[in-house]
């Protein structure tokens, strides 16, 4: 059994693929949601009598109270570090920076924002220039927000001309609405169903 942490965390951790790899995991006749199985499952028991399904690859942990848990590798990976291994500076770093980023963009979905995923409604040009904006606020998480959604759209940062017409695109099309909107009588048009 291998030591690992979590910031002032200690843990027993041994990764288990096979019956026999950790004494606590047992193979039981599958119950309740679990029917559907063929044969005997592994099965990480509670002390409160509950338990959880074990996966090959799972980290069996046993906390500093001695109780037992079956944690996914991916997670494992993120929360825990070896007793001994070497953290960079630059991993802890962009691991704080990130958490700030979903905070953000969290809070900014629960206003109502969102889209950049989708290039029908939110253009690169449109994206770059909300970016240069932030740039000149003095946010760095809105600028990291916005390089991420490039990113992930596999678009480069929209050079000044671009950005230029993607404004005036967006200007003429807002006073269009406008003007649409005062022949209606104040009120937003509704296309037909």
């Known amino acids: 059994m291998s030591k690992f942490h979590r910031r ?12 026999g790899d ?17 044969g005997p499952v592994p099965w990480l028991p509670h002390a409160d009598g509950g338990g959880q399904l074990v996966y090959g690859g799972d980290w069996i942990v046993t906390d500093q109270f001695g ?23 630059d991993d802890i770093a962009v691991d704080r920076f990130a958490a700030v980023m979903k905070a953000k963009l ?4 629960r206003q109502g924002r969102g889209g950049w995923e ?13 970016l240069v904006e932030h740039v ?15 990113h992930q759209r596999g678009e480069q940062i929209a050079g000044e001309r671009e950005r230029f017409i993607d404004r005036k695109l967006r200007e003429r099309q807002e006073r269009e609405e406008a003007e649409l909107q005062k022949k209606n009588g104040g ?6 169903t």
Request: hydrophobic content about 45%.
């Open 8 to 19: 002032d965390e200690f843990v027993d951790a041994v990764q288990w693929f096979h019956p």
């Open 136 to 150: 000149a606020k003095g946010d760095p998480i809105d600028v990291a927000n916005f390089a991420m959604m490039l």
């Open 118 to 130: 989708d290039k029908e409604v939110r253009s690169g040009s449109f994206l770059s220039s909300l």
């Open 106 to 109: 969290s809070r900014k979905r």
């Open 187 to 192: 009120s937003p048009t509704v296309a037909a």
């Open 67 to 89: 109780h037992r848990y079956a944690v996914a590798n991916p997670v494992f990976r993120t929360l825990f570090l070896g007793v001994g291994e070497d953290v960079h500076p």
């Open 22 to 38: 950790h004494d606590a995991v047992i193979l039981r006749e599958p119950l309740g949601d679990l029917a559907n199985h063929n």
